[in-house]
C-alpha cells in the first residue's frame, strides 16, 4: 500500500522514469579491457608503434624527404589483414576535404583565429615507397588515410616492420600547426607517415585529417635523424644522442649549469643568435633524438635561435625564440613555472626535456615540444605557452581519441590552465577573476538552438571554441566547487590521470572513475553537460515565515538543468548567511521547499550568491529586498 501511495505521488508530480534528469547514463557495457570502476581492465591492450626516421630538409628546394622503419606490434586479440595509416601532408592536397570544404577559420574570443588550411598553398605528401621485407605492398590512399594490405595477416601478438619513403613540399602556412617562415624557421608536424589507432572500442580509428579533430596515436619508440643546414639549431621531441657533434663545448657547459638552476641560463645568448644568424654555416649537421614512450615526434629549426634552459627535477626545460621576439624574456620563467606547477598539481612531468620554440604557428602541441608564437599581451603570452605546455598531461599522457572528444584534451587541459593562470598571476585583478571568463563565454555561446552537445565531434561543431575550451572548464570548476569538493575532485581527477597515463581512455573510464573515487552518482551531470545543451534557471518563487524560529524557502528548477542550491539569507540588521541544498533536492520534482531554522526574519534570499552558475535568468534568483 505505502509503495501504491508513493507511486501515485510521483505520477501526479508529472515524473516519468524516462525523464527524470537522475536516470542511469547509458555507457558502455564494462569489458575485461575496460572496467566498470573506470579503470583500465586486467586484459587491457593497446598497439605500439615504434618509428626509425631519417630526414633530410632541403630549404632551397622547400622540401622534406624521410625515410623510416616502423616497428608495430599487435598486442589485440585480432588477427589484421590490412593496417591504416595516416598521410595528413594529404591535408594541403588540391584535392583534399579540407579545400573542397572551404572552411571558415576557426575565430576564439580576443579574435585569435585558427585556419585549418595552408591558405592556398597546394602541396601533399609523395609516398615513395611502403614494403615490408623487401615487398612494396598494396596501398590505396584516402586523402589523409592510406590503407596497406599486410602480405599475411598480423596474428595477434606478432610484428612487423615497415619500409617507408616518403617527401613532401613544406606549406609556409600548416593549417595553424606547423610550417615555415622563409627559409630561416621550421615548424614541423604532421611530417612522417603514422600508424592510425586500433583499438578494443572502434577497431581502426581512421577519421580524416580535415583541421578541426587533432590526432589520436599510438605509444612507442622514436630514434630520429635529422640533416639540416649546418648552422640550424634544433629543438625536438626527445633527447640529443650526439651533443659533442651538435653543441659546442661552452654549449654543453652552460647546459650542465641550467641543469641545476631553476631560472634560465642562456645557452646561447641574444647576442650570439644576431651573429650566429648573420653568418649563415655552409653545409649540413646530422642531429639524433631519441624519445621513449610517446605518441608523436616534432621538431623546430632555426639558425636564429637564442636559447634559454633551466632545470626541475633533472628535466631540462628549454625556450627557444628568435632575438627580435617580443615579449619573450619571461617566456622561460613561465615555461619553468608551467612545467612545475603541472607536475606538482597533477601528475609528475615524465619525459627528460620540455621545449617551447617561438614562431609563426599560433599554438601547437606535441610530445615535450610545443609552437608558441610571440604575443604582445603579458597574460597572453602566458596562457598560450602555458596552455600547449599543458597538452603535455592531456593527450600526450593521457592519449585519449582527440579526433571524437576535443573535450577531453582541449577541454581537460583548459580546466588545468585556469589554475596555472590563477596561481601564475596570484593577487593581480587577472588572476582572481580570469576563470570568471567562462560564465560570460556561457552567455554569449551556450543559445537555445544554436549550442551543440560537447560529445559532437569536433568537425562538426559550429562553436569549438566553446564547446572543447570553455564549457568543458565551465563542467569542471562546477564539479568541483558546487558538486563535490576540491579535495574530493582532486583526487579523483588524479586518478583519472595516473590509470590512464599512456593509455587511451574513452569518456565512459572518465565519468566512471570520476563516480567511483568520488563515491557519487554523477550520471545527470554528465548528461547535462556532455551529452545535452541544458539549461540552468534556479528560482527562488517565495519566502514564508514559520512560526518564530523557521522560515520556508520555495525554489523552483525552471530550465532543464539541475544543480544542487547555494542561498544566501539576508537579515534585518544586515546580517548574511549561506545554506547549501545536495542534489538530491531534485529528486522528486523540479519544485523544492526547504525549511531552515531561523531565529531571525529573513528580510531577502539570494540562490547562487557567488554567481558562479551559468544561470540563464537571474532576475528569478532573489527574493525580498
Ligand atoms: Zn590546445
Known sequence: MLGLLAFTTLALQGQVADTSPFRALTLPTPTRVRSASGAPGPDYWQQEASYTIQATLDTAAQTLRGSERIHYVNHSPDSLAFVWIQVEQNIFAANSITYTLNQPPLVFAGGVSFDFTGKGFIGGGVMEKFEALGTPLVRRGYGTMMRVELPAPLAPGAAIDFDVAWHFPIPPYGGGR?????????????????????DDVNGWNPLPYIGAGEFYLEYGDYDVTLTVPAGFVVGSTGTVQNPDVVYTPEQRARLARALTSDTGIAIITRAEATTHNAQRTAGTKVWHFAAKNVRDFAWC????????????????????????????????????????????????????????????????????????????????????????FGHEWFPMVVGSDERRYPWMDEGFNSFIDYGAAESYFQGTAYGDTVRRELLSAAQLSALPGREQPMINKPVEQRDLAWAAYQKPPLMLTLLRDAVLDSATFNRAFREYIRRWAFKHPQPAEFFRTMANVSGKDLDWFWREWVFTTARLDQAVDSVKAVGTDSTFVFLSNRAQMVMPVTLELAYPDGTRERRALPIEMWNLGSRFTARFATRKPVVAVTVDPARIYPDVDRSNNRWGR
Open 301 to 388: 629549426a632555426s639558425p636564429d635561435y637564442r636559447w634559454d634552459a633551466s632545470g626541475y627535477h633533472g628535466i631540462q626545460i628549454n625556450t627557444l625564440s628568435r632575438p627580435e621576439a617580443r615579449p619573450w624574456d619571461e617566456a622561460h620563467r613561465m615555461a619553468h613555472f608551467t612545467i612545475r606547477y603541472f607536475s606538482e598539481t597533477w601528475y609528475p612531468y615524465p619525459w627528460p626535456q620540455a621545449t617551447t620554440c617561438e614562431g609563426l604557428v599560433e599554438g601547437m602541441e606535441y610530445p615535450m615540444i610545443t609552437f608558441v608564437p610571440a604575443l604582445p599581451k603579458r597574460e597572453d603570452q602566458f596562457w598560450d605557452l602555458m596552455h600547449e
Open 178 to 198: 606547423m610550417g615555415r617562415i622563409g627559409t630561416h624557421l621550421y615548424e614541423l608536424g604532421q611530417w612522417y607517415p603514422r600508424l592510425v589507432v586500433y
